[in-house]
């Protein structure tokens, strides 16, 4: 049986999400016009998360996809924190003595983030007040801290990735009187995800990336053509300088056993990633928090497993790598995507199905008279049809819907094929993960006139 | 291959031209071939003038000139004549316009095109048409009444038809979405490209000298003044520089040690030509305007042309020049879709018609849709005309009259501040602006123009140091002159309409708002914060201070230390270049406060006519202080609290000025007066201490019941009070004598000043005009058009003059308007003396759209009405806010 094209339009815009940085009000113009993002599950629930948000407090916006693994806790704790953390990291010595202040006298805060959210994009009730908690540690510790010296935002974007990381650690390990915080917790530990995140301000872009999701910046030559710049690597075993960097950090007896089959131990594709505690604690600590926790830990054979050939942990961090970009005229756009999307499409085609999108009047070519009879009702029709084209249901209005629509529906010749794509997206749930991954993407719109 | 055709066709009609001198030098280059480059005239080492530019504008200026008797001109144009905008604009003279004085340019130039032709020789395309602008919506329809009102008034003919009527003017026009339209059967039709070779024939036998491919790369300043142009060919020394460079003139300015700051930005301009129709349309047929489709329609060649202003213009060249000539750009279908089916939607039985092409032709703009004229504030001898909206033809001629009077007279016949250089400064210049507001100004073209409407782009630039605290407390913004000012405040829990549909030509919704705040100045005690005024210093070591301002005012400034004076800042025919408060702060220092929009051209006018001493100085101190309005009755004990000083009237009577201080804040400038005609004060307050006193004056306020009031309160209370305001109801052609102002001016005081010769003359053979106040009689507020600005007003039938602002009075609950009543002999139409007799004994009306309301004139206020105990020689009778 087949799909419907509306049908396949609901399943993939079921997810999508769009953002414009409000134009022309005269306060905001801004180097981000908007962005676009979106996700289509394999996984059932998905294991990918998103975010984005504006620092309120600082200058810059914040965008990032999280890949989660062995379930959605981690990826779904770090989509809800990791900005906060960064934010935080940011904040001048007075902005977060005043936000000390405040919470200490129990007056309002000062929002630090503006978030954008799809509607299922969710937060945890339960667990924000212990989140905050372990936040208002963090920029105490800052506070103390004071080094005088300006934020520097490579360095604010790697203590907050490490900082979260360590207190999803530490949460685990102290542990929570309530049952359910206390089974939350040692899920998100338990469980990981990796992290790929860009902050915006003006012509500054940083991207900081731990694991194997990616960002791709979308550059318009001078001939009008798309090409793209990778503006993160990918740590996985594909990735030379970084099984060095593993090999590096252990002794040489354990060569062989680091990486096998691609994998980190055998068994971990991402080689950095947030939680993952089975990588980074020792055995004695697994055995003890595993032990002391609740039932269903201990049920679970996966928690209790320890890796082969776990002699010198911790193997794994969450620690990013981080790359600035100075905008140019001719950057264009700037894609984060989780590998569900590079798996299937080569960041080339990337480059051009999101470009040529962009630009509107996409594959179309301009219309010229030239020296043909054209009357003015036949031009009308023409116009009127590549409008509709344009804006009819059977096209996206999202570039990350586009963009999926392209990963999922592909053929051999590059174009969207209805018959795949409808057979694709109508898998069961237990195939679906054999033929795709989950996949999100994020595609942030620069703003030229700006830049 | 259509294109080139296109371009062909123009330049047959060029090249029919009656053998101008310039032809011969270039009429051989006609071929784009590699014909040899014939040999330049030189250009002469020196002249009177140059002219920069070959377009409508620029040989309109020649032509002018050189009719007024200046001979030694030159006119470089760097490409061809008319070979820019010019060549490709659509050649529609149309005098449908908004503004007066743009109504008059656009008839002086049908008129002037009329006769062109005879005069030069060369064929102008020149066809009375006509033009229908239609209305599909009721709005809309009251808007072109408003025009037909002023078109009918000024002697154009003009008439407001059905839609049936508008079906017999126009074989394919399809009339089932209109409501009614406007017929103006004198408006035409040119070759727009011939109209400039026609003035530029005509200018040449006058004299005139014409050199094409020669740009101009900048304009050489010496001591503030034009000494000469440095071209590619040379240069040439000159004593005026005329800038009429288009979408060209902002770079031209910049490109001098001296820079210029023309505000004007170029946007790309389509419209689309036809082949003819099977059976061609006549050429005399009315050119149609649908602003709600927003296109226009004219014939052309049997076929038709069509273009108009999209809702998402594409503005281009914001980086600089990157071409010569304007050739033709790209044509862009998709863009041009909306208009194209508007104009099928409008002429369904256009569907077979083939095109020829789509024409790309880019349109320069400015911030305020009214095009730049004037001398330069900052260079003297720097001309300029640029910038006109996409209307060129219709205002080219009369601009370049306009323009040739302003040069040869040292001012034009008619007041044309609205379109002088002056108005904008160095804040308008700024590149991300300019692409930013033509953004908003095109669109505008086609857009409803309501009351009291503002630009929503290029905003917050100028701002009050107590704007976030304002903000918060609901205040809504309008800009003068970059500077952010209250509206009025909405208070909370209250919610007004989006801006769209606000629009209204009949009560708007904050009118019970600006009600509670008018009624809060007239019982309690309000506060404004009117920071945007444009505020010098003049001071000067030994008498020169006083001195120069006695010449140059015509108010008494000689009086004790601490006394405010109003008084007119008057040119040499007793006409209101500035009308301020100038407070003496000490024998030797004085502080003058004029209104926002006056702070280029009054700065101008003062540098040009100050004595050069080093001991004397002119300091614009605008910024340095933030003003706060405290206006009503209880003003008095505020203030005597947070001073610890008492304010009654025994110890600070009005039009006083004294350093005191408030709160902690010393050195506050408090001066007895608010512009309204209310008791109160002005504070003007060192911006460090503004939010110190805004804080102390709130919460002291809070028992006397002191609530923030916008503009709009301020503006209802002035004109009320019959407070005239510069630059809406005052300009350079009107005088203290003919607006009851006499009492300002002191002919004795013992010294000549400017225009006193002239006030000397109407005080003795009367005045021609009367600033008269009109309270509507038989209108209702709630139902009936409201009133605005630029009504005709009707004595015993009869035409007499316009409105120049109108406001509903809180207190009279009736609308009142301000406006100038003229006496025209009944059968020569000659101007004669108004006396006051002549305004006391007729029966007025005031038209609104066509629908005339009863007004009762008045010379004076009703300060009957208004209970306050104030000495007669202490009312204080002068405001000069413009809105």
Redesign the interface.
Same mark, same amino acid.
């Given at each position: 049986f087949y799909l419907t094209p509306p049908q396949v339009n609901s399943i993939l815009k079921a997810n999508e999400y769009s953002f414009k940085v409000p134009e022309?009000?005269? #306060?905001n113009?801004s180097s981000v016009l908007g962005f676009d993002s979106n996700q289509l599950p394999a996984n059932a629930p998905i294991e990918d998360r998103r975010s984005a948000a504006t620092c309120l407090q600082t200058r810059g916006m914040l965008l990032g996809v999280f890949d989660g693994h062995a379930g959605c806790a981690c990826a779904q704790a770090v989509s809800e924190r990791l900005f906060y953390y960064i934010a935080v990291s940011l904040l001048p010595h007075e902005t977060l003595l005043e936000i000390e202040n405040a919470v200490e006298s129990g007056r309002a805060l000062l929002p630090i983030l503006q978030w954008h959210k799809h509607p299922n994009d969710y937060f945890s009730k339960e667990a924000s007040k212990l989140y905050f908690n372990s936040l208002r540690t963090y920029w105490q510790e800052l506070i103390d801290l004071n080094s005088g010296e300006t934020t520097d935002v490579k360095e604010a974007l790697i203590n907050a990735f490490k900082r979260l990381d360590n207190d999803i650690s530490l949460e685990a390990q102290v542990g929570d009187p309530n049952s359910f915080l206390n089974y939350l917790v040692l899920r998100v530990a338990f469980s990981g995800a990796t992290a790929c995140v860009a902050h915006v301000d003006g012509v500054d872009l940083h991207v900081a990336n731990t694991g194997d999701s990616r960002a791709m910046l979308g550059v318009q030559e001078e001939d009008g053509s798309w090409s793209a710049v990778n503006l993160s690597y990918d740590h996985n075993a594909q990735n030379e300088h970084e099984v060095e960097r593993v090999k590096m950090e252990h002794p040489k007896s354990e060569e062989k056993s680091l990486v096998k089959q691609d994998r980190l131990l055998g068994l971990l594709m991402p080689f950095r990633a947030f939680g993952d505690v089975k990588f980074k604690w020792s055995i004695e600590l697994q055995k003890r928090v595993v032990e002391s926790g609740p039932d269903q830990l201990n049920d679970n054979e996966y928690t209790k497993f320890i890796p082969p050939n776990y002699h010198t942990p911790p193997y794994l961090t969450a620690e990013p790598e981080v790359i600035y970009h100075k905008l140019r005229p001719q950057d264009k756009f700037l894609v984060l995507a989780t590998d569900g999307l590079w798996e299937t499409m080569h960041r080339q085609d990337v480059a051009r199905i999101v470009g040529e999108y962009l630009t509107g009047?996409h594959h179309?070519q301009?219309?010229?008279?030239?020296?043909y #009879?054209? @009357? +003015?009702?036949q031009?009308?029709g023409l +116009? @009127?049809e590549?409008?509709a084209r344009i804006s009819s249901v059977f096209e996206d209005q999202n570039a990350a819907t586009h963009l999926i629509r392209h990963a999922v529906g592909n053929n051999e010749f590059g174009t969207v094929d209805h018959e795949r794509l409808s057979k694709m997206l109508s898998l069961p749930e237990e195939l679906a993960r054999m033929y795709r991954d989950d996949i999100t993407i994020i595609v942030v719109q620069f703003n030229s006139?700006v830049i | 291959?259509?294109g080139r055709m296109f371009l062909r066709l123009l330049s047959d009609v060029r090249w029919r031209a009656a053998n101008p001198r310039w032809r011969r030098l270039t009429c051989s280059q006609r071929s784009t071939s590699s014909t040899a480059e014939p040999q330049q005239v030189p250009l002469p080492a020196q002249a009177q003038v140059v002219i920069c530019g070959g377009g409508i504008v620029g040989t309109s200026v020649a032509y002018h000139l050189s009719k007024m008797g200046w001979k030694d001109i030159v006119l470089l144009e760097q490409g061809r004549l008319a070979a820019g905008t010019t060549r490709f604009c659509a050649g529609i003279v149309s005098t449908a316009r908004q503004v007066s004085i743009e109504l008059k340019m656009a008839d002086y130039s049908n008129k002037l095109y009329q006769q062109l032709e005879q005069e030069t020789g060369v064929k102008t395309g020149y066809v009375k048409t006509g033009s229908v602008s239609l209305a599909q919506t009721q709005d809309r329809l009251i808007s072109l009444k408003r025009v037909a009102s002023s078109l009918n008034v000024m002697g154009i003919p003009c008439e407001i038809l059905t839609p049936k009527q508008v079906a017999q003017l126009h074989p394919l026009i399809n009339i089932h979405d209109l409501v009614g339209a406007m017929y103006v059967p004198e408006d035409a039709v040119v070759s727009s490209a011939s109209v400039s070779l026609a003035l530029a024939t005509a200018a040449s036998r006058n004299g005139v000298q014409v050199h094409e491919r020669t740009s101009v790369s900048h304009v050489t300043v010496q001591k503030g003044r034009v000494t000469g142009v440095e071209t590619d060919r040379g240069r040439i020394g000159c004593q005026y520089f005329v800038n009429c460079a288009g979408q060209w003139a902002y770079e031209l300015g910049h490109s001098g040690e001296e820079p210029v700051n023309i505000p004007l930005h170029a946007c790309e301009h389509f419209y =689309?030509l036809?082949h003819p129709l099977k059976e061609p349309l006549a050429s005399n047929l009315p050119t149609i305007v649908d602003p709600d489709g927003r296109i226009y329609i004219r014939n052309w060649q049997g076929g038709i042309l069509s273009g108009g202003f999209e809702k998402n213009p594409k503005p281009l060249f914001t980086e600089g020049r990157n071409q010569l000539e304007i050739q033709n750009l !790209?044509?862009?279908?998709?863009h041009?879709?909306p208009l194209?089916?508007a104009?099928?939607r409008r002429m369904p039985d256009?569907?077979? =018609?083939?095109?020829m !092409?789509?024409v790309n032709c880019p349109e320069s703009f400015t911030p305020d849709m009214r095009c730049v004229m004037g001398e330069s504030p900052t260079v003297r001898g720097y001309f300029v005309l640029a910038g006109m909206n996409s209307a060129g033809i219709s205002y080219g001629g009369g601009a370049g009259k306009y323009l040739a009077e302003w040069m040869v007279n040292g001012y034009p016949s008619e007041n044309v501040w609205p379109l002088d250089l002056k108005r904008f400064g160095s804040l308008q210049s700024s590149r991300?602006f300019l692409?930013?507001r033509v953004?908003?100004v095109m669109p505008l073209m086609c857009d409803l123009k309501v009351p009291r409407w503002d630009f !929503?782009?290029?905003? !917050?630039?100028r701002t009050s140091p107590l704007y976030d605290r304002l903000d918060a407390q609901g205040a809504r913004w309008m800009e003068k002159h970059g500077f952010e000012r209250v509206k009025y405040f909405v208070p909370p829990g209250k919610d007004l309409l989006d801006l769209d549909q606000s629009k209204t030509f009949y009560k708007p919704d904050w009118f019970d708002i600006v009600g509670s705040e008018v009624k809060c100045c007239k019982e309690a005690v309000c506060v404004i914060d009117m920071s945007s005024f444009t505020k010098f210093e003049i001071s000067s070591t030994g008498d020169q201070a006083l001195e120069s301002l006695q010449y140059l005012f015509s108010n008494d400034l000689d009086v004790p230390v601490g006394h405010v004076v109003h008084t007119g800042m008057l040119n040499e025919k007793g006409g209101y270049e500035n009308d301020c408060s100038i407070a003496r702060l000490s024998k030797r220092s004085f502080f003058m406060i004029s209104p926002t929009d006056q702070q280029v051209h009054c700065w101008a006018w003062l540098k040009s006519r100050l004595p050069d001493d080093s001991n004397l100085t002119l300091e614009d101190v605008t910024w340095k202080y933030t003003a706060l309005n405290l206006i009503g009755p209880r003003a008095v004990d505020l203030l005597s609290e947070l001073s610890y000083a008492p304010m009654t009237a025994e110890h600070f009577p009005s039009l006083f000025c004294k350093e005191m201080s408030v709160g902690y804040a010393n050195g506050i400038r408090v001066m007895s007066i608010t512009h309204t005609g209310e008791p109160g004060f002005v504070l003007y307050i060192p911006i460090e201490y503004a939010l110190h006193v805004y804080n102390e004056v709130m919460n002291m306020g809070q028992k006397y019941g002191i609530r923030n009031a916008g503009y709009y309160a301020l503006r209802s209370l002035r004109i009320e009070k019959f407070f005239a305001f510069w630059g809406q109801d005052l300009d350079a052609f009107t005088t203290p004598m003919e607006c009851g102002r006499e009492f300002q001016v002191k002919l004795d005081k013992g010294m000549q000043f400017v225009g006193q010769e002239a006030l000397l003359e109407q005080k003795q053979n009367g005045v021609y005009k009367r600033f008269t106040m009109f309270i509507l009689e038989d209108h209702d507020t709630d139902m009936d058009l409201w009133p605005w600005w630029g009504e005709p007003i009707f004595r015993n039938g009869r035409y007499v003059g316009k409105t120049t602002s109108s406001a509903y009075s809180y207190t009279l609950e009736r609308h009142v308007c301000l406006g100038f009543v003229h006496h025209f002999d009944e059968k020569t139409g000659e101007e004669l003396v108004v006396t006051t007799d002549f305004i006391n004994q007729g029966e007025y009306e005031i038209d609104i759209a066509g629908q005339r309301f009863q007004a009762k004139a008045k010379l004076y206020p009703f300060s009957s009405l208004f209970t306050q105990r104030r000495r007669k020689d202490e009312v204080e009778l002068s405001g000069y806010q413009r809105e």
């Open positions: 022309f009000d005269g #306060k113009v009047v179309q301009p219309i010229a008279v030239g020296g #009879k054209v @009357t +003015l009702g031009m009308h +116009l @009127t590549r409008r006139h | 291959a259509s =689309l036809t !790209q044509e862009d279908w998709d041009f879709e194209l089916s104009l099928l256009l569907e077979a =018609l083939q095109i !092409q789509l991300t692409r930013h953004m908003e !929503q782009t290029g905003r !917050q630039l």
